[in-house]
């Protein structure tokens, strides 16, 4: 069973930067994508940013130029640097390692933005 470990999350003041960390207990060398989504109450979990084993990125449109994801696969960690944060950033971001014939997903790590 492959588990992701997020930490990282609290509470920070708009304008502010975080760092969200994903522990992987696998190798992340090979894996085909892998990802932060967001969750608000009431909503769907939404996809933030995306990086594909060739080093693609893919960023939701209202983080781009502003979040940055990326990996250490000597630590089988995912990354995600969030910077000049807003109130709408808040919410839960769960990390998510998209492999073949697998897909796992962390517990989740809450960060809130204050205005």
Same mark, same amino acid.
């Given at each position: 069973? +492959?588990?992701? +470990?997020?930490? @990282?999350?609290?509470?920070?003041?708009?304008? @502010?930067?975080?760092?969200?960390?994903? %522990? %992987?207990? +696998?190798?992340?060398?090979?894996?085909? !994508?892998?990802?932060?989504?967001?969750?608000?109450?009431?909503?769907? /979990?939404?996809?933030?940013?995306?990086?594909?084993?060739?080093? !693609?990125?893919?960023?939701? =449109?209202?983080?781009? @130029? /502003?979040? &940055?994801?990326?990996? *250490?696969?000597?630590?089988? &960690?995912?990354?995600?640097?969030?910077?000049?944060?807003?109130?709408? *950033? &808040?919410?839960?971001? !769960?990390?998510?390692? =998209? *492999? +073949?014939?697998?897909?796992?997903?962390?517990?989740?790590?809450?960060? &809130?933005?204050?205005?």
């Amino acid at each position: 069973q +492959v588990q992701l +470990v997020e930490s @990282g999350g609290g509470l920070v003041q708009a304008g @502010g930067s975080l760092r969200l960390s994903c %522990a %992987a207990s +696998v190798s992340i060398f090979n894996v085909a !994508f892998l990802g932060w989504y967001r969750q608000v109450p009431g909503k769907a /979990r939404e996809l933030v940013a995306r990086l594909s084993k060739s080093g !693609f990125t893919n960023y939701t =449109d209202s983080v781009k @130029g /502003r979040f &940055t994801i990326s990996r *250490d696969n000597s630590k089988n &960690t995912v990354y995600l640097q969030m910077n000049s944060l807003k109130p709408e *950033d &808040t919410g839960v971001y !769960f990390c998510n390692l =998209d *492999d +073949v014939n697998r897909n796992y997903w962390g517990q989740g790590t809450q960060f &809130t933005v204050s205005s």
